[in-house]
């Protein structure tokens, strides 16, 4: 259907229908052949007087003729419904202009203002430029968010319709893109009809909080900023982008910024440190905040802290869970005006112990670690909290590695192309890998299954990045060399801050393989030597995390075939118990990050070969319970969902026809036990918001740059026109009423003419 065509009716298909109004015509024809003319001597007398009459006759049957055409037309333009003020311009000469309607949809728009959430306030203020409309004047409209949304992307003159689809929007739980949005907006004047000179002028009206994190140029990328600004000359050019904004930038706000444990991850064998992170985003006031701890739906604790103006503070709470599975931890602050992000969620995946895999690739090799981490004592019914399975390297393709936290390489040989594959997705689940090099590592064979290839250079690179860092070359002087921590400002060694007696600074290290950490990494250097080499780095793959130790702390690499010594001496160090425990607990807690994500992010978990699945189910915090399909492999199954446009629990139950063994094994791999059987079908996945958006501080529009329009008269509330006022004059109405009367005189001229020739 055409453009002009679409903006004088609002059901232009009924126009179909026109060819109707012929039927009037057609059956006076058809009648008028069936008349048979018969000689008859007395009928002379009368047709003598019939032809005195024949013209009043004849304009008397048109004129019946012509209003039942009439009825037919005017029914089928009432059900068309034209619009008169659409027609106007074409009439006057004036151009009609394309209005581009951009709301802001981010959660901070949910900030009350007199009673009425900001949102809200951007729809009425919207809602006058449509109403106050030039006639014939098209509208299309987008949300602004992280990806923006053509809710009307083709220009519609129907302002009813248009508002009708403005009042539908909702407000979204996630942030806003400037960028995306001017995207969009360029999409849609692109796709108009403007070749048919429909829409020659564009104007495009941004309704926002102007929230800093969202419209500050500071943070953003050159190459992003010429972007946006090449964006806006274009547009500019048939047409201005004005900026309304919405609210003032007086507003006050505490986030729940971070829910985290202690020590990564839980188990019923003591209790665990719970530390939650406020922020105050106010301008100028100290707010007192009760702060309470819920653990699946049981408020158990409750603390009153004073947060200082713009400051993180930190509560902690203590909890012990008794039963292994699937818990969820609750943070709540609730009393201010934007309540999103008042609470915060923390799925944990409590048990029994924690599995460490260590993987010898020398005699010795683990023995400190077995040290360090076998503390308990089971004969005596003392119970650890991890348990170390030693196995060989030649047996790592044997163990199913997903029923490990955390996986040791003590002076490995070699990785094989499989291998590496498996420990990379091993990683991208939320496993994590600590690698500890000695003398029996090739060097070449960690890089080329490990890393990915340089540029410019081939190689297989299947574990991509698993390793943090590159393997350059033995470094060997026959000196002693000593630990740099520099300044401590790496979590990991938190423990050693402000304690110079615990003899990390004082660990000799003789023998050390140069690691090279890329420019572009996001790796982090833990530790240094005092040669400057990163001696420990650590690096998030996947959900995963990755450790690398540059030293062999065991006795079973020795210098070289002269020097007996062994590379370091922090196996037989006093520190060496924190300093190993320390490794393990760096890398593992990937699983939890694996079940706690923002909104907009994907759920996604792997499952073992034994549970033979097609499909689970996923319900959202709305409740509405949907089908997803898994994808199986020849190592794995896994699944992806993507709709998270809501913060809450995701609960992801898994189907029940399966036998009773493989029950168990979903369940020891949910629940991280094996030990109890226990049946549990069900994974729990926390979503929370984005807390940048809850920082409300707004951009002064005086501060935006060339190219934005900033409209200072809009930003006063007015009364808003009745839309009746403004809207397409409803000239089908007036057309049924014209069809009523039309049908009375059709009436009374038929029988009027009829009783005439009685």
């Known amino acids: 259907m055409s453009a002009w065509l679409t903006s004088l009716f609002a059901n232009p298909w009924m126009l179909l229908w026109l060819p109707t109004i012929a039927a009037p015509l057609v059956i006076h024809l058809w009648y008028r052949r069936k008349y048979r003319e018969v000689q008859w001597a007395a009928m002379e007398y009368l047709l003598a007087a019939i032809i005195k009459s024949s013209r009043r006759m004849r304009i008397e049957q048109l004129l019946l003729l012509l209003v039942r055409t009439l009825l037919l037309l005017l029914v089928v333009l009432a059900l068309a419904e034209p619009l008169l003020r659409s027609a106007t311009p074409m009439l006057i000469g004036e151009e009609p202009t394309h209005h581009i309607i951009v709301i802001d949809g981010s959660y901070s728009m949910g900030y009350p203002l007199s009673g009425k959430a900001a949102f809200d306030v951007a729809k009425e203020r919207a809602k006058q430029i449509v109403q106050q409309g030039k006639p014939g004047d098209g509208y299309s409209l987008i949300l602004m968010v992280d990806e923006a949304q053509q809710v009307v992307g083709q220009a519609t003159v129907n302002q009813e319709d248009f508002l009708q689809e403005m009042e539908r929007l909702t407000i979204r739980e996630e942030g806003a893109n400037v960028d995306a949005a001017l995207r969009a907006v360029e999409e849609v004047i692109t796709k108009s009809p403007s070749k048919s000179g429909r829409w020659k002028r564009h104007e495009i009206s941004i309704f926002s909080d102007l929230a800093k994190n969202t419209w500050s140029r500071k943070g953003k990328s050159d190459a992003v900023l010429r972007e946006r600004d090449g964006r806006l000359e274009r547009l500019g050019q048939n047409g201005i982008v004005e900026v309304v904004p919405i609210g003032s930038s007086e507003k006050e706000n505490l986030a729940v910024t971070a829910v985290e444990l202690a020590d990564s991850l839980a188990t019923t064998a003591g209790p665990v440190t719970i530390t939650a992170v406020l922020h105050n985003f106010s301008n100028n006031r100290i707010v007192q905040q009760p702060v309470a701890l819920w653990v699946d739906n049981r408020r158990v604790d409750q603390q009153l802290i004073d947060i200082p103006s713009g400051e993180d503070v930190s509560v902690s709470f203590q909890y012990r869970f008794h039963l292994p599975g699937n818990h969820v931890i609750d943070i709540h602050a609730d009393g201010d005006s934007l309540a999103i992000d008042n609470r915060r969620l923390l799925v944990v995946p409590v048990k029994e112990h924690i599995n460490a895999l260590l993987v010898s690739g020398k005699r010795g090799a683990t023995l400190p670690l077995q040290a360090a981490l076998d503390g308990g004592d089971l004969s005596h019914g003392v119970s650890s909290e991890i348990r170390p399975e030693v196995v060989s390297e030649s047996k790592l393709l044997e163990r199913d590695l997903e029923n490990y936290d955390c996986i040791f390489l003590c002076n490995v040989g070699q990785l094989t192309q499989q291998e590496a594959q498996r420990l990379s997705e091993y990683l991208a689940t939320g496993g994590g890998l600590v690698t500890i090099l000695g003398d029996q590592a090739i060097l070449e064979q960690y890089n080329r299954h490990?890393?990915?290839?340089?540029?410019?250079?081939?190689?297989?690179?299947?574990?991509?990045?698993?390793?943090?860092?590159?393997?350059?070359?033995?470094?060997?002087?026959?000196?002693?060399?000593?630990?740099?921590?520099?300044?401590?400002?790496?979590?990991?060694?938190?423990?050693?801050?402000?304690?110079?007696?615990?003899?990390?600074?004082?660990?000799?290290?003789?023998?050390?393989?140069?690691?090279?950490?890329?420019?572009?990494?996001?790796?982090?250097?833990?530790?240094?030597?005092?040669?400057?080499?990163?001696?420990?780095?650590?690096?998030?793959?996947?959900?995963?995390?990755s450790l690398l130790l540059a030293t062999d702390p065991s006795d079973s690499s020795h210098s070289n075939s002269d020097d007996s010594r062994p590379w370091s001496l922090i196996a037989s160090w006093l520190n060496a118990q924190p300093f190993l425990e320390g490794l393990w607990k760096g890398v593992i807690g990937g699983q939890i990050n694996q079940r706690n994500v923002l909104v907009g992010e994907a759920l996604t978990a792997r499952l073992p070969p034994s549970v033979a699945l097609d499909t689970i189910e996923v319900s959202p915090p709305d409740g509405q319970a949907r089908s997803q399909p898994v994808h199986p492999n020849s190592q794995y199954t896994t699944w992806t969902f993507f709709e998270t446009p809501e913060s809450g629990v995701y609960r992801v139950s898994f189907d029940e026809g399966r036998d009773s063994s493989q029950t168990n094994n979903l369940a020891a791999t949910d629940s991280g036990t094996q030990s109890t059987g226990r049946k549990d079908g069900t994974m729990l996945f926390a979503v929370n918001v984005d807390t940048r958006e809850s920082d409300l501080k707004a951009l002064n529009p005086a501060d935006l740059p060339e190219g934005w329009n900033f409209s200072a008269d809009r930003q006063a509330t007015g009364s808003l026109q009745s839309p009746t006022s403004a809207a397409a004059f409803p000239f089908h109405a007036l057309l049924l009423w014209a069809v009523l009367a039309l049908l009375f005189t059709e009436t009374f001229l038929a029988w009027w003419i009829g009783n005439r020739f009685a």
Do not use: C
């Not at 290839?453 to 470094?475: C, F, H, I, N, W």
């Not at 520099?486 to 801050?497: A, C, D, F, T, V």
């Open 450 to 545: 490990l890393l990915e290839p340089k540029e410019g250079q081939s190689g297989e690179g299947v574990g991509k990045d698993v390793l943090p860092a590159r393997l350059e070359e033995m470094v060997y002087d026959g000196q002693y060399h000593f630990i740099d921590p520099r300044g401590y400002k790496h979590p990991m060694l938190s423990k050693w801050k402000g304690n110079p007696r615990t003899g990390l600074l004082t660990v000799p290290v003789i023998k050390h393989i140069r690691l090279k950490v890329p420019e572009t990494s996001e790796a982090e250097v833990v530790l240094w030597l005092d040669t400057g080499d990163p001696l420990l780095v650590l690096k998030e793959v996947g959900r995963g995390r």
